[in-house]
T-cell receptor
Framework: AQSVTQLDSQVPVFEEAPVELRCNYSSSVSVYLFWYVQYPNQGLQLLLKYLSGSTLVKGINGFEAEFNKSQTSFHLRKPSVHISDTAEYFCAVSPLNQAGTALIFGKGTTLSVSS | EAGVTQSPTHLIKTRGQQATLRCSPISGHTSVYWYQQALGLGLQFLLWYDEGEERNRGNFPPRFSGRQFPNYSSELNVNALELEDSALYLC????????????FGPGTRLTVT
């Protein structure tokens, strides 16, 4: 079985500051990793994914994440945030080679960017 | 390319009633997933349909059911509604059964009073 822990439920930052949203996972098998963003009153939008290859993954809107297998982490970073980045962010995993398995999500991190 | 669409946007029902939620996947996508996003519980997997068949379900009672139509659209039915069924219900689709990347719709907000 898999589980995902997002270490911070809320992260307040000022505009143009860097931010890191932390995600750790637990799994007995290898997994694919995802970050999704949910803006108020909207569905989920895929930010980035790690399937294989380079452990540093770049996504949309200037976000990137680094997969660390030894620490079972997949932290999301952005060097300079904007007010428009205010949203809820979800880390999710899916076990390798088990297509059709539902995504397992963390509880989410609310990023609040203020001026 | 049109994304995943869901209807209605909002649905208000009384305890004990039935609710029907609808989802249209991205054109060409054959798999549809349903998730429940309840306050404080995060996103939980409900059901997975592919090629018209229910392939997997999450840890939800049988009063949560659904189907997938020949055009791959899907319907989620919730019978005997309870107050704790109030949540945002999200639908996601993938191009094939072997795809891992899920594309989500905007959701249906179900309120049970």
């Amino acid at each position: 079985a898999q589980s995902v822990t997002q270490l911070d439920s809320q992260v307040p930052v000022f505009e143009e500051a860097p931010v890191e949203l932390r995600c750790n996972y637990s799994s007995s098998v290898s997994v694919y990793l995802f970050w999704y963003v949910q803006y108020p009153n909207q569905g989920l939008q895929l930010l980035l994914k790690y399937l294989s290859g380079s452990t540093l993954v770049k996504g949309i809107n200037g976000f990137e994440a680094e997969f660390n297998k030894s620490q079972t982490s997949f932290h999301l970073r952005k060097p300079s945030v904007h007010i428009s980045d205010t949203a809820e962010y979800f880390c999710a995993v899916s076990p390798l080679n088990q297509a059709g398995t539902a995504l397992i999500f963390g509880k989410g991190t609310t990023l609040s960017v203020s001026s | 390319e049109a994304g995943v669409t869901q209807s209605p946007t909002h649905l208000i029902k009384t305890r004990g009633q039935q609710a029907t939620l609808r989802c249209s996947p991205i054109s060409g996508h054959t798999s549809v997933y349903w998730y429940q996003q309840a306050l404080g519980l995060g996103l939980q997997f409900l059901l997975w349909y592919d090629e018209g068949e229910e392939r997997n379900r999450g840890n939800f009672p049988p009063r949560f059911s659904g189907r997938q139509f020949p055009n791959y659209s899907s319907e989620l039915n919730v019978n005997a509604l309870e107050l704790e069924d109030s949540a945002l219900y999200l639908c996601a689709s993938t191009p094939t059964v072997s795809s891992y990347e899920q594309y989500f719709g905007p959701g249906t907000r179900l309120t049970v009073t």
